[in-house]
Every structure is written in C-alpha cells, then in structure tokens.
C-alpha cells in the first residue's frame, strides 16, 4: 500500500507542475515538470531490479528509481550500472574502471560482480531509463539556451 501512496503522491505532483506549466505558459516551468517526471523516472519510481545476468533469468526484487538495482543481491547494481553503459554505445565506456579485479571498491557499491559476469537490462527498464535520461538532457540545453536569448 505504501508504494501505491507514494507514486500516487510523485504522479499527483508531477500533473499538479504540469497543470501549473500550462496556465502560466512559461518553459521555464514546462522544464520543471519534466526535470522533475526525470528524477522521478531515473531515481525514485519504485520498479523491479530487472538485472539479467548468470542463468538468463530476470531479478525481479523490488528496487527504487531506474537506474538502480536490488539491494538484496549483492553485484546487482554494478552489473546494472555496466549494462546501461555498454548500451549507450559510448566508445569510452570500456575505460570506466572496474571493481570486480580485487581493488578498492568505493563506498556506493555493495559487492563487486562475480568475475567475468556480464549482464543486461530488461528492454522496458532501458527504454524508460533513456527516455527520462534524453529528456533532462533536452531541458537542460533549453534552459542554457532560453537563459542565453533572455
């Protein structure tokens, strides 16, 4: 029940933001409304781990926010975080240090991934963390852009 509260409360704001952005009729706050859809998306909407990774089977324990994967399995979020990179198509990707070859892990990461372990994202997990990951890069030129012209 206190997952549906929640996310009844973020979508509540969020339209409330929207509703306000369409009366006053400003970018600045249609650029709230979609920051703010953004962080939702990216960080707190309550989903699924959805790391694919060893026998093909998707983690389905409950994790907060896109970006992030379970707590309760340790390696999880560094198989995440590896997999939304390798899939952004970045060229520098593969020069992001890795923790799983007995270095010093910092403190945000619980467990290095099993040596050699690759995984992947559930395709609707992606398209959402992209999505929401497009649209703050898009506010933010606007912003840049719209304080320059004013």
Not at 47 to 60: K, L, M
Request: some cysteine; aromatic content about 10%; glycine content about 10%.
């Amino acid at each position: 029940m206190a997952k549906r509260t929640r996310r009844w409360v973020w979508w509540t704001g969020i339209a409330a933001v929207g509703a306000l952005a369409l009366y006053a009729g400003t970018w600045r706050m249609w650029a709230l409304t979609v920051l703010t859809w953004s962080m939702y998306e990216l960080c707190f909407c309550p989903t699924v781990c959805s790391v694919t990774a060893g026998e093909g089977r998707a983690c389905h324990k409950d994790a907060r926010g896109r970006l992030y994967a379970c707590r309760a399995v340790p390696g999880h979020q560094q198989i995440k975080t590896e997999a939304l990179w390798r899939l952004t198509g970045n060229p520098f990707a593969r020069l992001r240090p890795t923790y799983g070859d007995g270095g010093g892990s910092p403190a945000h990461r619980r467990a290095p991934a099993p040596s050699g372990e690759h995984g992947s994202v559930e395709p609707n997990q992606r398209l959402m963390a992209y999505l929401a990951a497009l649209a703050l890069v898009v506010v933010v030129v606007q912003t840049v852009v719209g304080f320059a012209m004013t």
